[in-house]
């Protein structure tokens, strides 16, 4: 079975601060791995996704995140976060054979002016 | 390409009453998904079809829920009898595989229970 844990419920960081979200999965094959943003009211929205080559990838506004194996880790980071960055962050490990696709319990990010 | 469409965008019902979602997946796609998402929580997998058969329906409480994907193309999801804590937003996703890429979510169906 597969499963995802964001470990942070809540995080406060000030305007221009950079910040880490954190997210940690387990799966028996192999995997690929999304975060999504949720802005109040609206739906999800795909910031990245790790399928296979560089363990680095970049989303948008201005995100990246990187796949850690060894750690089974994809901790989504910002250098520096604006305050139209506050929302809550899924993520999601999705697995090859049977397509499955879990979701994480969210992060709510909060950016304090 | 046409995204994943659901309808209704909205619903409100009352406790004991009867609701049913549909969601028409992207074309190709062989697998959808219906998800629940429960104010402050994450999206959690009601049923999983692979064409029209189910690969995981593990949390689909089915003495309420039932979905059919007749034909294997698109979907319906129902409630009945509704609770109070059906209350949620409704998700739809299709995959056409996951290593292209190709996971999209609808716009969802909010439901409320009064």
């Known amino acids: 079975a597969q499963s995802v844990t964001q470990l942070d419920s809540q995080v406060p960081v000030f305007e221009e601060a950079p910040v880490e979200l954190r997210c940690n999965y387990s799966s028996s094959v192999s995997v690929y791995l999304f975060w999504y943003v949720q802005y109040p009211n609206q739906g999800l929205q795909l910031l990245l996704k790790?399928?296979?080559?560089?363990?680095l990838v970049k989303g948008i506004n201005g995100f990246e995140a990187e796949f850690n194996k060894s750690q089974t880790s994809f901790h989504l980071r910002k250098p520096s976060v604006h305050i139209s960055d506050t929302a809550e962050y899924f993520c999601a490990v999705g697995s090859g054979g049977y397509q499955k696709v879990t979701f994480g319990t969210g992060t709510k990010l909060q950016v304090i002016p | 390409e046409a995204g994943v469409a659901q309808s209704p965008r909205y619903k409100i019902i009352e406790k004991r009453q009867s609701v049913a979602f549909w969601c028409n997946p992207i074309s190709g796609h062989a697998t959808l998904y219906w998800y629940q998402q429960i104010l402050g929580q994450g999206p959690k997998l009601l049923i999983q079809?692979?064409?029209?058969?189910?690969?995981?329906d593990s949390q689909l409480p089915k003495d309420r829920f039932s979905a059919e994907r007749l034909k294997g193309v698109d979907s319906t999801l129902k409630i009945q009898p509704a609770k109070l804590e059906d209350s949620a937003v409704y998700l739809c996703?299709?995959?056409?595989?996951?290593?292209?890429?190709?996971?999209?979510f609808g716009s969802g169906t909010r439901l409320t229970v009064v």
């Open positions: 996703a299709s995959s056409l595989d996951l290593a292209s890429g190709g996971y999209t």
């Open positions: 079809f692979q064409n029209n058969g189910v690969v995981d």
């Open positions: 790790y399928l296979s080559g560089s363990t």
